[in-house]
């Protein structure tokens, strides 16, 4: 019987000789897509010690493993590197329909490799039923996300979609994100890839953007499709009657909850709460669809979700999606910017440029913090991206280079970040379990690794639980599915055994979820990483929030390390959902 991935293919793309070769697509990876399979990938292929942003790094664009079927929710985009950043392995995922759309057309990866000899050059890649291109894009030289999607979407029929980055990313700026549009009319580049700078090191290969183009081409098929098409059915139907309403306002939705529980940052993390956090609760946002018009809607095709926010301004005109509780955290609240507006016009500036909201608002607040500019400065902030890190002063590229740059700049004390990354929203100091992760990940300061929102957990306990959903986590960001589906690894093995023809326990699962953590701390330790490197900021301990500042992150290194030694999986890892 021949199956779906029988024909699959791998596109290396070699921007040093400007040429492209096809392969077939191992066989012995059948189960593995987007994270792990960028992890097994790159620490095939590329020297951990290499400079990220020199020809030896290789960048990895990976769809999960059930992207372009008819599994809810499954279309996401992996991009791996080296990060310029960390210095360490990186993995970014992002919605938007280029994930489907490649696997439709049965690529699994695409690898970029070296780099042009004249850096002045920006290339595009064209990826269509007729074969993969290399084409020359100087005229896209320098734009911004938004203006280059409308330009190169103009004349392609309304089956493509785009990955692109902005200046930030032709900058090589450690904060630059990758953009994919998103599947509405517009088609906006609105979905960033955006940890770790895998923009920049989009940018260091000279490639602007990259065009999908599946035509009519069908869904992939499973090799059981009856059983696939029941399953899918049962799990979408169980997912709308019991967890739809989890995330059925979207991730803003979470801001007095998390301000309740001293993890809504405000001034650069000085304190877990804001004051004025109702100005910045998503409900606001939500109200103003009645007026301005914005609505939720599927941020990629088959999307049962629909948890992203699209938000039109005072005169009803689009300004940005989606607006996300980690947006407003670090643009919003932790630089004490407590108008959602702002944030919405701050987020907008990033898209454009290519910048993570996380990284960027985190730079903020430090120079904030360090006297650069007053407390709540919303023009100052718009301007220091729209002016400073569009036209690539020193300032700006601070700001672009992160937190840690822009701290240690100006010689600051007080930069909150695990491996040179932004801590995002979810503080580890009343989330003990989630300051495990920030420590142990091999991405640093990432909540998608691994989510306890827990605050009554501590001791081993707290780095079981981290362990656990850092495995998950890594389970849901291979098969393509979104973390905000909540998919357990029971009911992914359920989607695969069908899909595949075979039976695929949830040990197996669980299996490819450690395997990718293992790899991913392989290539940190060849990278030259210890143990030294699994902490975070010294603030994040000296400094206490909450009642009498009393939470601080004082979990004791031998508990940290706990996370790293495979445990016995609890009764509850089995029901563990990504999302925290
Ligand atoms: S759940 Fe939300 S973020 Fe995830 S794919 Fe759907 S709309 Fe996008």
Redesign the pocket.
């Known amino acids: 019987m021949e199956h779906a991935w029988d024909q699959d293919k791998i596109i290396r793309v070699d921007m040093t000789r400007l040429s492209i070769t096809i392969e077939d697509f191992p066989s012995a990876w059948k189960l593995l897509g987007g994270r792990a399979l960028s992890a097994k990938i790159l620490l095939a292929e590329c020297d951990p010690t290499c400079d990220p942003l020199g020809p030896d790094n290789v960048l990895v664009m990976a769809p999960g493993t059930l992207s372009g079927t008819a599994a809810p929710?499954s279309g996401?985009l992996s991009f791996g590197c080296k990060s310029p950043l960390t210095k360490g392995i990186k993995e970014a995922n992002v919605?938007g329909n280029p994930g489907q759309d490649l696997m439709k057309l049965g690529y699994r990866a695409v690898i970029v490799t070296g780099q042009p000899a004249d850096r002045e050059r920006r290339y595009g890649l064209k990826v269509n039923e007729s074969g993969v291109e290399l084409v020359p894009a100087d005229d896209y030289k320098g734009m911004w996300n938004y203006a280059l999607c409308e330009k190169l979407l103009a004349d392609q029929p309304k089956s493509a979609s785009v990955i692109s980055i902005g200046p930030a990313g032709e900058m090589m700026l450690k904060g630059a994100s990758i953009a994919c549009t998103d599947d509405n009319k517009a088609r906006r580049p609105a979905r960033q890839a955006a940890r770790g700078g895998v923009g920049a090191v989009m940018g260091a290969k000279g490639l602007k953007w990259v065009l999908v183009d599946p035509a009519k081409r069908s869904l992939r098929r499973p090799d059981d499709r009856k059983g696939f098409s029941a399953y899918v059915k049962e799990f979408a139907k169980d997912y709308r009657a019991s967890r739809h309403a989890n995330?059925k306002y979207?991730t803003s939705a979470v801001v007095p909850a998390a301000n309740m529980l001293h993890t809504f940052p405000y001034k650069n993390r000085t304190e877990g709460r804001n004051p004025e956090f109702e100005q910045l609760d998503g409900a606001r946002i939500r109200e103003s669809f009645e007026t301005r018009g914005g609505e939720m809607?599927?941020?990629?095709a088959g999307?049962i979700?629909?948890?992203?926010n699209i938000v039109h301004d005072k005169d009803g005109n689009y300004k940005t999606s989606?607006l996300e509780f980690e947006t407003l955290t670090l643009l919003g609240s932790c630089c004490a910017i407590n108008n959602w507006e702002d944030v919405a016009e701050l987020d907008r500036l990033c898209d454009e440029l290519g910048l993570d909201t996380i990284e960027t608002g985190a730079a903020i607040a430090v120079y904030m913090d360090s006297n650069g500019m007053p407390w709540g400065d919303a023009e100052g902030a718009k301007k220091l991206l729209a002016e400073d890190v569009n036209n690539g002063t020193e300032l700006g590229r601070n700001i672009g280079d992160g937190a840690l740059a822009i701290g240690t700049a100006r010689k600051h004390h007080r930069i909150p970040v695990a491996k040179g990354q932004a801590l995002p929203a979810w503080d580890p100091r009343p989330l003990k379990a989630t300051g495990i992760t920030y420590c142990t990940s091999a991405q640093g300061g990432d909540h998608t690794a691994g989510l306890v929102i827990d605050p009554k957990i501590s001791g081993e306990k707290a780095a079981i639980a981290s362990q656990e959903v850092q495995i998950v986590n890594a389970v849901c960001d291979s098969t393509g599915f979104?973390m905000?589906?909540g998919p357990t690894i029971e009911e992914t093995a359920k989607f695969f055994t069908p899909f595949f023809g075979e039976t695929v326990t949830r040990e197996q699962i669980a299996d490819i979820g450690w395997e990718c953590l293992a790899d991913e701390w392989e290539f940190n330790d060849r990278a030259g990483m210890t143990l030294a490197d699994d902490s975070m900021a010294e603030c994040m301990s000296t400094e206490g929030i909450g009642p009498e500042h009393s939470m601080k992150f004082d979990v004791p290194e031998e508990i940290v390390r706990m996370a790293k030694v495979r445990q016995p999986a609890t009764e509850k890892f089995w029901r563990r959902s990504p999302a925290g």
């Open positions: 929710t996401r919605g995330f979207g809607h599927a941020c990629m999307c979700v629909s948890c992203s989606a979104c905000f589906l």
